[in-house]
């Protein structure tokens, strides 16, 4: 195994979008970011150097950070942001891991430009499970807006209202043609007809989940989130923000031009987005400039069915490694939206959610508050006052099930606020049972954890029934985030082996910024490799 050494400057760069110019954040001045390749069990070494006013973190999505929680970057959670000149040193090791997974900013709403695609090879000589690709390419699908994004959350969370959606989507920082004035912002793949071809999809949007299609050709998922499946050929794929997937595609239809679109999938009701999908262009060598493109055919932006029959043919390639088949910790968890009284005296600009309330987010009727210091710092050195560790394993109240009609908002749909932390002890083998709920509108909410990935044992419509819902204990895919599907559940499990602070949150950033979020802190176990280490001296403070 080797060491690899990145260097990550976060700047201010100008960059000219839809016919405008603006400054955005980016890393060493690129849209998407530096791309870090390493191979399994390597080290990575990340020097950021933060030379904007703003604040930032960056966490390394997917990668298990293995007794390395103080790396793992979200802002307020297991660190204080970089401020402005500072430096943090970030350092882990891909224990076991590889594939495709993503890197971005963890702090306000800078991930928007702040993102990047992690690339982790087989080791020297371990072949991929499947007829190996004639190239590879990566495609990063983003959101895009002219306003600065983190004035944007600012205002979006003190107005009580909804986000407005992005300016534009884009692949590869391109918006395509159907953009105005991007007819040459369009990024390109050029394949040799007969050659087949690995795609590493990335979905790094910050509020939409996304279908992605190319036109005329089949897609083959080979991996999702970091681990293989059993190979299974789609027409389109959905990817929540966070989803990763690997894809191959063979360049087997006449020479031509052929789009690749990425467009939205929205499950909720009466929400805004942005209609326009991004495209780039697979070009067949010898197509001309004048060759027809031909367009992608993406799916109904609701199309719930299409992203249910994805879901059910993810099984992961090889038996699962450390499924707990018994289970010693049980959550069951609500996830979903809900509207807070609101008691401003300027009630037209900060009451602007439904009802005059203001929108929020809740995990068992809990909205979650971030401290103003780090989590694992105030857990680490003992530091009273910051949370308390009574996270319901249950939900706190009954009226925000499923069932709980959408249209009819109760009157009291209130949450409890505050900073309530779930207590897990070193080994302890965890099902937790995400049900999607609100009082506002049922979701797919994506959901996230850190530290570790999980396999999802069962997912379902409707309420989950103990009694009827059918688990998969024998090939279940193993992911670090999970599309609990718009009025229905999801369960997942995993063996709680990594001590330190852990985020799960909904990984739609407006849905994090709202409260959709709960913290898992996992206690230490007996040996040194079961012990979390010290902070490193560098830690930023608050
Ligand atoms: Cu990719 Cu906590 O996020």
Redesign the pocket.
């Known amino acids: 195994t080797s060491t690899r050494f990145y260097d990550f400057k976060v700047q201010k760069t100008r960059i000219t979008k839809l016919c405008k110019s603006k400054d955005i954040v980016t890393i060493n001045g690129m849209l998407p970011g530096p791309v870090v390749y390493a191979q399994e069990d390597d080290r990575v070494i990340v020097k950021v150097t933060n030379e904007t006013p703003y604040n930032a973190t960056i966490?390394w999505?997917g990668v298990r950070q293995m007794l390395t929680c103080w790396s793992d970057g979200?802002s307020y959670i297991t660190q204080c942001p970089i401020q402005a000149g500072q430096t943090f040193t970030y350092e882990f090791t891909l224990v076991k891991q590889k594939g495709t997974l993503l890197w971005?900013a963890?702090v306000s709403w800078l991930r928007a430009t702040v993102y990047g695609a992690i690339v982790i090879y087989p080791k020297t000589g371990v072949p991929y499970p499947f007829p190996y690709p004639y190239e590879e390419h990566i495609l990063i699908f983003a959101e895009y807006w002219h306003k600065d994004v983190v004035k944007l959350e600012r205002q979006v969370i003190a107005s009580g209202g909804a986000p407005p959606p992005a300016d534009a989507y884009l692949i590869n920082g391109h918006p395509g043609p159907l953009y105005n004035c991007s007819s040459n912002d369009v990024y390109k793949i050029e394949v040799v007809p007969g050659k087949t071809y690995l795609l590493r999809l990335i979905n790094a949007a910050l509020n939409v989940e996304q279908f992605f299609a190319i036109a005329g050709h089949k897609l083959t998922v080979v991996e999702a989130d970091g681990d293989y499946v059993k190979p299974f050929r789609v027409d389109q794929l959905m990817l929540a923000p966070?989803q990763t997937a690997n894809v191959l595609v063979t360049a087997n239809k006449a020479i031509g031009r052929y789009s690749m679109a990425v467009g939205t999938y929205m499950s909720a009701r009466n929400v805004s987005f942005q209609k326009v999908p991004a495209v780039a262009h697979l070009q067949y060598l010898g197509a001309t400039p004048s060759s027809l493109t031909l367009p992608a055919q993406l799916p109904r932006f609701n199309d719930n069915l299409l992203v249910k029959s994805n879901m059910a043919a993810m099984r992961s390639l090889n038996a699962p490694r450390n499924l707990p088949l018994e289970i010693d910790t049980s959550l069951f968890v609500t996830v979903g939206l809900n509207v807070q009284k609101c008691n401003s005296t300027k009630p037209k600009k900060r009451c602007q959610g439904p009802n005059n309330g203001t929108f929020a987010a809740s995990m068992n009727n809990v909205t979650f508050v971030k401290p103003n210091i780090s989590l694992l710092q105030a857990y680490y050195d003992k530091i009273d006052g910051h949370y308390t560790e009574d996270f319901p394993g249950v939900p706190l109240r009954k009226y925000d099930f499923v069932n709980g009609a959408p249209n009819n908002i109760p009157n009291d749909t209130q949450s409890l606020v505050g900073t309530r932390v779930f207590v897990l002890d070193y080994g302890s083998r965890v099902q937790v049972i995400l049900q999607d709920t609100g009082t506002v509108t049922l979701e797919n909410h994506p959901i996230?954890l850190?530290g570790y990935s999980f396999y999802v044992v069962g997912f379902g419509t409707g309420n989950y029934n103990p009694m009827t819902a059918a688990f998969n204990l024998v090939d279940p895919p193993y992911m670090n985030t999970i599309g609990v599907p718009v009025g229905g559940w999801a369960a997942i499990r995993f063996v709680a082996d990594n001590p330190g602070v852990w985020?799960m949150?909904c990984?739609l950033d407006i849905h994090q910024s709202w409260g959709l979020d709960l913290v898992f802190i996992v206690k230490n176990g007996e040996g040194e490799l079961e012990t979390l280490p010290h902070p490193p001296a560098d830690m930023p403070q608050c």
């Open positions: 966490h999505h979200p971005h963890h966070g996230h850190h985020f949150h990984h």
